[in-house]
């Protein structure tokens, strides 16, 4: 594998992060047809690819419909940087040790922030009432994903500097949307507590409870008379 290693590593990485079981489709469907050698063979047995095959056809759909997708995305936050780590494992597995453990914690690594940044922006589009933007948002990623994995197999470099833009990108827009990511999680949770997926955060305790137990609050500060507030210096006002 040599000096590919860590183009090959980074951008399954990426994908993973993105959409795990397109990743593994391109990447094991292309060992079976051609049988690559920078491919691990891993990758192609008949019970990964129809496992990808199911996992695939059903983020397929999850990932089209608003606050299921967030849901998705919640439980695949060990399950996308975990199969970016294995990927990367299983392609410097072919040469040396090291080269596993650099291609597991390149996969993984890239995996975690490419998923980070893709919830990031699904909770931006959710935000919006209708749901054709999830569709093309979604659609998009798939296609953006089958697309430069498979440009990896031939053209590892130029898949990484391709994934590394897409990734910078990504991040960006979840710095300029970053508000109505908030707005977007405190609409889940609210979803969520009404479907029976979270918990309710616990209401205040009575100050009456919290006298009986001797940690009640301690009064407001009463406000600083005219005189103090004039010998206090500028940079002490409040």
Request: net charge negative; hydrophobic share 45%; proline share 8%.
């Given at each position: 594998?040599?000096?590919?290693?860590?183009?090959?590593?980074?951008?399954?990485?990426?994908?993973?992060?993105?959409?795990?079981?397109?990743?593994?489709?391109?990447?094991?469907?292309?060992?079976?047809?051609?049988?690559?050698?920078?491919?691990?063979?891993?990758?192609?047995?008949?019970?990964?690819?129809?496992?990808?095959?199911?996992?695939?056809?059903?983020?397929?759909?999850?990932?089209?419909?608003p606050y299921i997708d967030s849901a998705w995305d919640?439980?695949?936050?060990?399950?996308?940087?975990?199969?970016?780590?294995?990927?990367?494992?299983?392609?410097?597995?072919?040469?040396?040790?090291?080269?596993?453990?650099?291609?597991?914690?390149?996969?993984?690594?890239?995996?975690?922030?490419?998923?980070?940044?893709?919830?990031?922006?699904?909770?931006?589009?959710?935000?919006?009432p209708e749901p054709a933007s999830n569709i093309l948002v979604s659609t998009t990623e798939?296609?953006?994903?089958?697309?430069?994995?498979?440009?990896?197999?031939?053209?590892?470099?130029?898949?990484?500097?391709?994934?590394?833009?897409?990734?910078?990108?990504?991040?960006?827009?979840?710095?300029?949307?970053?508000?109505?990511?908030?707005?977007?999680?405190?609409?889940?949770?609210?979803?969520?507590?009404?479907?029976?997926?979270?918990?309710?955060?616990?209401?205040?305790?009575?100050?009456?409870?919290?006298?009986?137990?001797?940690?009640?609050?301690?009064?407001?500060?009463?406000?600083?008379?005219?005189?103090?507030?004039?010998?206090?210096?500028?940079?002490?006002?409040?």
């Amino acid at each position: 594998m040599g000096a590919e290693l860590i183009p090959m590593a980074f951008t399954t990485g990426w994908g993973s992060g993105i959409n795990a079981y397109a990743v593994v489709l391109v990447l094991g469907l292309a060992d079976k047809v051609f049988h690559l050698s920078q491919i691990p063979n891993a990758l192609a047995r008949t019970d990964v690819l129809v496992g990808a095959g199911i996992l695939f056809v059903l983020e397929m759909f999850a990932d089209k419909i608003p606050y299921i997708d967030s849901a998705w995305d919640s439980v695949h936050t060990v399950v996308r940087p975990a199969v970016g780590a294995t990927i990367g494992y299983l392609i410097g597995h072919e040469t040396a040790s090291l080269d596993a453990a650099i291609g597991a914690a390149t996969g993984g690594v890239t995996a975690l922030i490419s998923h980070g940044i893709k919830a990031g922006l699904r909770a931006a589009v959710n935000t919006s009432p209708e749901p054709a933007s999830n569709i093309l948002v979604s659609t998009t990623e798939d296609v953006t994903v089958t697309g430069v994995t498979a440009l990896a197999i031939a053209h590892p470099w130029w898949a990484a500097a391709i994934a590394l833009l897409f990734l910078v990108l990504g991040a960006f827009l979840v710095y300029k949307l970053a508000g109505r990511i908030r707005r977007y999680k405190r609409r889940y949770d609210a979803w969520g507590e009404r479907v029976g997926i979270a918990v309710p955060p616990e209401p205040p305790e009575p100050p009456e409870r919290r006298e009986r137990r001797g940690t009640a609050a301690p009064p407001p500060p009463s406000p600083a008379r005219d005189d103090e507030r004039l010998e206090r210096p500028f940079d002490q006002e409040t």
